[in-house]
């Protein structure tokens, strides 16, 4: 409804003549101004959130052109700070470890697009734009923590082991808080099997690499020896 109220101000505008005579809004005023608004949103208009949307999608499928259209459309509109905000989203939602330095990257574009103001603006933000449509993709961390997150939503927690609890006053040992605790950093490696999960999910898995990229790659081939380890003291 806004879109139309808005459209109709423009036609109303448009048909405006120097003399005193009432302003006449043909058919075809109606339908060149409704195409404008329809092109070329208004930040405050109804299809904000639209562009938004698309814009988004179109970086996570990776469509390099898609998202330059949906970003000029952003830019028309004036809407640096929704920009700005999506993009570093993108950066850590969509991008994620795949490539974790296109987040820092990402940062610097939009603080340097902040700082110039339009039109200038658009250089740094069409690089970051095309860098993040082309990088690896990997969802993997946010959906890791959102399963971490339904599991405490829905009562999967349980005590904190004992030899993980606070043990740094005077009697924390008669409780039997931090007793066989194993620092890591005096082992080989700087690491050492001991159980860190509560009892109830001790055997929780809720990080699922992706190999998109090299960087998750490193760390999935950790991830996977550290499990196995873990596995292997289970059975033991």
């Known amino acids: 409804m806004r879109s139309a109220y808005n459209a ?20 075809e005023i109606a339908e060149e101004c409704l195409q404008k608004k329809s092109f070329v949103h208004d930040k405050g208009g109804d299809a904000h959130y639209d562009v938004l949307s698309a814009f988004q999608k179109s970086v996570r499928g990776s469509d ?24 570093l989203i993108m950066a850590y939602e969509d991008i994620g470890l795949a490539s974790p330095q296109a987040g820092p990257r990402t940062l610097a574009a ?33 959906k890791a923590l959102d399963a971490a997150l339904h599991d405490l939503r829905n009562g999967q927690t349980g005590d904190i082991p004992s030899h993980l609890k606070d043990s740094h006053y005077k009697g924390a040992e008669s409780l ?12 080989p490696n700087g690491w050492i099997r001991q159980q860190y999960l509560p009892d109830k999910i001790k055997n929780k898995q809720y990080y699922k690499p992706k190999t998109t990229g090299k960087f998750e790659q490193a760390l999935s081939t950790v991830y996977e020896r550290l499990q196995t380890s873990n596995k292997t003291k289970n059975k033991g």
Not at 176 to 187: S, T
């Open 8 to 27: 109709l101000e423009l036609a109303v505008l448009s048909s405006f003549t120097t003399d005193d005579q009432a302003a006449e809004i043909t058919l």
């Open 176 to 187: 039997g808080r931090g007793i066989g605790y194993l620092y890591p950093h005096d082992h």
């Open 64 to 87: 390099v052109n898609a998202a330059l259209h949906y970003l000029a459309r952003l830019i028309e509109a004036g809407d640096l700070q929704s920009i700005g905000r999506r993009l």
């Open 110 to 142: 939009i603080e340097s697009a902040e700082r110039v103001g339009f039109p200038e603006a658009r250089i740094p933000l069409a690089n970051a734009v095309i860098e993040l449509c082309l990088s690896p993709k990997s969802n993997s961390a946010y």
